[in-house]
């Protein structure tokens, strides 16, 4: 029973890390689907979605609720305005261009938040106030509960959207073939500029669940769970939103197995192997469509 | 072969030169700090009028070199072992300096910069004896303590490190040492968790990339198997990990009745949230690397019943420590840590072995250091062995209320 319930207890570990990287994957895979660029700066936005929630609720005091909402506005109003300021006047540049203005931009982002906040981790306790649950011999904390909850509404809600709603028709147009989409009447700066607000919002929600689950502010907390994020959507195929989910879940859970039964210091090597093997036999991803490049 | 040894010697002929430019650029460079103003300045006349004082009965100067890295990642240990010495060297100054035979000496710090590595370690103190220093408090971290210790065997001065915890930091006879080091830590912990908490099954979690956490739990596991008890869960990490879940899991699935994180303070917040977010009641036990704990958890009621080996607790209610406190924070604005109080113990330890000697000279301040009694911060009636190692008592901190407190022995 103890060895079930320990594999139980760890699936879940991994489950709970796994649907914060794959909210923030879908962020990668999104902007990559439509603006053919990966967005490294996308992983500074968890930070300053933890930092918001930190001066809205802790420093302003207002309402969680609204606290929430404004964390979450903030950030995809971040993500609009680094899209407008940094990579919309070098979108026919060379992608290398691209690549580095967005590493460009997320050390700007964490330098700026180093400078208002300082180097000094700030504790900053959870906003979630949700009391575990016992299943059995099982034992699920409230912040787990909250995050689960909260990544299947969110993929839910993202899904309807991209595959019910006219802007989500225009996206995918836009990220089938720009030009195209273009002429028949779709405004591409505004797909963008959607999709950059939703990629940066659902980023923000990450950054809550993160700060609710570890309680310390820092600089460069985005950082990891930024490039973990970004190996998840490729593991899931980039560009391919239910692959992001996926490959988030699936990165989460082979880590926290890895590190409980084989060893925490290979954990990351096990992971980051994993991708190696998946881009070998599949290039694409797991669910990634592969796509002739035409000349 | 030939021509390569020629090469060598010039290529050392340069480093030479080279070195002592640098360390000429740095002394000018941090002239600015007073106490090393101060410390150059009166470097030659103590030389030119050595003679006269002693003679005439008057007063002198008693330069201590110090090495520590105030640049580099490691900065702030180096820092807090500065001011800590140079609180004690003021306290020292303004209550009449020490008295040795006729002579009274005011005492001044020259303080080296060596990062915290072993080969700036060697410049800086070659640029500290070029100075004159009589007596060498350092190094401040331990890679770069013993690769000064053949050095300062082959001189024959006096070392006192107030943080070099590794045993090789005192592997000479003029060597000694202010802190635990961390095999005697970990087992004081042992001991302290089979005799008087009583636990038998104990559970680690350690960080296996640093030195001092895999050597602290190393000794405690060792101990805690010599005293009949069993270690049910041995769980790593590495320095910067924020997720502990799984270790939490595993040790959870175990029937260990207490957990002990021999790491630093934000590791602890780390796990000690995760495992209260998981429901766990285990309690835990820790190293000295617990002490600012209180500052980065969210809510003390994680951390709350938890008891660590310390040497040093600023948030202790002691009228020394007290004071101490106070000084330090009225002069760098700054809560001192175990590291400033360790040097600050470590200039009481000099100028008790000055008085005790009635000497300057090293040879006879290192026969000295057998016969002396410190009352220090981290310590009370602390004796040193002729290994060199402190010999004083363990302190344990308990967080009660909220609060740092002694445990009541």
Redesign the interface.
């Known amino acids: 029973m103890?060895?079930l319930?320990?594999i139980l207890?760890?699936l879940i570990?991994g489950l709970?890390?796994g649907s914060i990287y794959a909210l923030i994957a879908i962020g990668y895979t999104m902007v990559y689907g439509i603006a053919k660029m990966i967005n490294f700066a996308h992983g500074d936005i968890i930070m300053v979605g933890a930092y918001a929630l930190y001066v809205y609720s802790s420093i302003l005091k207002l309402p969680l609720v609204a606290a929430i909402i404004l964390t979450v506005v903030t950030c995809s109003v971040l993500g609009i305005i680094t899209e407008k300021i940094a990579y919309k006047p070098l979108r026919n540049a060379p992608s290398l261009a691209v690549l580095i203005t967005a590493i460009g931009m997320s050390f700007l982002l964490q330098n700026v938040a180093l400078l208002i906040f300082k180097a000094t981790?700030i504790?900053?306790?959870?906003v979630v106030n949700v009391s575990?649950i016992?299943l059995g011999s099982l034992?699920l904390?409230?912040?787990t509960l909250v995050t689960l909850g909260v990544t299947v509404i969110a993929m839910v809600a993202l899904t309807l959207f991209v595959n019910k709603t006219k802007a989500g028709r225009a996206m995918r147009a836009v990220s089938e073939d720009r030009g195209a989409a273009e002429l028949m009447g779709i405004s591409v700066n505004a797909t963008i500029s959607l999709t950059f607000a939703i990629g940066s919002g659902l980023a923000a929600v990450a950054g809550i669940l993160y700060i609710s689950?570890?309680?310390?502010l820092m600089p460069t907390?985005g950082a990891?769970p930024g490039i973990k994020a970004f190996v998840a959507a490729v593991l899931g195929g980039i560009g391919s939103i239910p692959g992001a989910m996926f490959g988030g879940i699936i990165l989460g859970i082979i880590e926290?197995l890895s590190?409980?039964y084989i060893s925490?210091?290979l954990s990351d090597a096990i992971v980051y192997g994993v991708l190696v093997v998946v881009l070998l036999v599949k290039p694409s991803g797991l669910l990634g469509k592969l796509k002739i490049e035409k000349v | 072969m030939k021509k390569f040894g020629k090469f060598m010697v010039s290529a050392v002929a340069a480093t030479l030169v080279v070195s002592s430019l640098t360390g000429c650029g740095s002394k000018e460079d941090e002239t600015e700090a007073p106490t090393e103003t101060s410390a150059e300045t009166d470097d030659a006349s103590v030389e030119t009028n050595e003679e006269e004082t002693t003679t005439s009965g008057e007063t002198a100067e008693f330069l201590i070199g110090g090495t520590g890295p105030l640049t580099g990642p490691n900065a702030s240990y180096g820092t807090s072992v500065k001011q800590g010495a140079e609180i004690a060297i003021q306290e020292i100054n303004n209550a009449g300096g020490v008295t040795v035979g006729d002579t009274t000496y005011t005492l001044a710090l020259a303080f080296e910069d060596d990062e915290a590595t072993e080969d700036k370690a060697i410049q800086a103190y070659n640029t500290l004896m070029d100075q004159g220093i009589q007596v060498l408090m350092g190094g401040t971290t331990s890679g770069a303590t013993i690769a000064i210790t053949d050095l300062t065997a082959e001189d024959g001065i006096l070392q006192i490190t107030p943080s070099g915890s590794a045993p090789e930091c005192i592997q000479y006879d003029n060597a000694f040492r202010i802190c635990f080091s961390d095999p005697e830590q970990g087992t004081a912990m042992a001991d302290y968790a089979v005799d008087v908490l009583g636990y038998t099954k104990v559970a680690v979690i350690y960080d296996n990339a640093s030195d001092y956490s895999a050597g602290i739990a190393e000794a405690f596991e060792e101990e805690i198997a010599a005293k009949g008890g069993e270690v049910v869960a041995s769980e790593s990490f590495t320095t910067g990990d924020t997720d502990f879940n799984t270790q939490l899991t595993k040790i959870k699935g175990t029937d260990a009745e207490v957990i002990f994180i021999p790491a630093y303070y934000q590791d602890v917040t780390y796990i000690t949230k995760q495992a209260s977010d998981m429901g766990m009641e285990l309690p835990f036990i820790g190293s000295d690397g617990w002490d600012g704990v209180l500052a980065t958890v969210s809510d003390p009621a994680t951390v709350e019943g938890a008891i660590f080996a310390s040497p040093f607790c600023a948030a202790v209610d002691d009228p020394n420590v007290v004071a101490f406190v106070e000084a330090y924070e009225a002069a760098y604005s700054a809560t001192p840590d175990q590291f400033a109080a360790d040097a600050y113990d470590a200039i009481y330890t000099i100028k008790a072995a000055m008085e005790q000697a009635g000497s300057t000279e090293s040879e006879d301040l290192i026969a000295a250091m057998t016969e002396i009694t410190v009352n220090g911060l981290t310590g009370e009636s602390i004796t040193f062995s002729a290994e060199g190692a402190p010999n004083k008592e363990i302190k344990y901190v308990e967080i009660k209320d909220g609060q740092y407190q002694y445990v009541e022995e």
């Open positions: 103890s060895l319930n320990s207890e760890q570990n709970r890390t981790p504790p900053f306790a959870s575990g016992r034992y904390s409230g912040t689950q570890y309680e310390t907390l990891l926290s590190k409980a925490t210091q």
